[in-house]
């Protein structure tokens, strides 16, 4: 059984970067794939950014130019970097790790003021 730990998340103006962090209690290196996905209030959960074990990315339409999806094996930790926040990006965040099966974070709120 995996456990992920998400920090990071917060309150930031627009315009302002904030970094996710995902850190899983095992090694990460045979995962299949990596994603954030996030849910504003009263919307559905929306893919935000995915990673596969080859590294290959994709990026929802959306964030494609301000956020960063990566990680780093050695500290089994995937990571989020948003960059140029905007308001419409305010949601709890979720990272989500591909092994056999997904596991799921606890969620991160990100809250960014006009």
């Known amino acids: 059984q995996v456990q992920l730990v998400e920090s990071g998340g917060g309150l930031v103006q627009a315009g302002g970067s904030l970094r996710l962090s995902c850190a899983a209690s095992?090694?990460?290196?045979?995962?299949?794939?990596s994603g954030w996905y996030r849910q504003a209030p009263g919307k559905q959960r929306e893919l935000v950014a995915t990673?596969?074990?080859?590294?290959?990315?994709y990026y929802a339409d959306s964030v494609k130019g301000r956020f960063t999806i990566s990680r780093d094996n050695a500290k089994n930790t995937v990571y989020l970097q948003m960059n140029s926040l905007k308001p419409e990006d305010t949601a709890v965040y979720y990272c989500?790790?591909?092994?056999?099966?997904?596991?799921w974070g606890q969620g991160s709120q990100v809250t960014v003021s006009s």
């Open positions: 989500c790790l591909t092994y056999s099966r997904d596991y």
């Open positions: 095992g090694s990460i290196f045979s995962i299949r794939s």
């Open positions: 990673m596969t074990s080859r590294g290959y990315t």
